[in-house]
């Protein structure tokens, strides 16, 4: 099992390193398969207002796609930010959000529970949905089909139901 973003996991699967990941895209990656999509959504400490601070505090993980995504939204709202906790991994991140040193932006539904979903009533951008695809290299071993099959269908049920649990492969 490897943790790592999209960019660094899609790299791993071309050179058949990995056989089947899970990546966030914004747009369809070559042979990926929809499992759901979900709310990109900014988080901080419970009841904190690190959120009203300007410029804005930042947690990020290096490349991770939903940076520019985030800094757009901000600079079209005409939110200052600064990045506050730059990381190459996300738990260094969420220990500088549950410090309330800076707000984050994740899928709503890989928020860790010590984190809350920032109430901000429309004081901050909405950001756009995130796709979680499925992708598979060239001729994977039977097992590896079989945990890409069993992912599918872990996505399959609601929330942000799937059309269905087939598979692709990347080519």
Known sequence: MTMAVSLILKEQLVAGEL????????SPPPGGRLLATRQLIFIAAPDSDVWMRRPLPLGMV??????PVVQSALQRAG???VPTVESDTV???????AAEKAVQ???ST?????LAPVRHGGALPDLPPV???????????EHAATLAQCLAESFAGPPG???????SVVQ
């Open 19 to 26: 056989d089947v990941i899970l990546t966030t895209e914004f």
């Open 62 to 67: 290096r490349g991770c796609m939903f940076n």
């Open 79 to 81: 939110i200052s930010w």
């Open 91 to 97: 738990r260094t991140v969420e220990v500088a959000v």
């Open 105 to 107: 932006a994740v899928i």
């Open 110 to 114: 890989a928020r860790p529970p010590f």
């Open 131 to 141: 796709g979680i695809y499925l992708c598979l290299r060239d001729a994977v071993a």
């Open 161 to 167: 139901h799937a059309p269905s649990a087939s598979i």
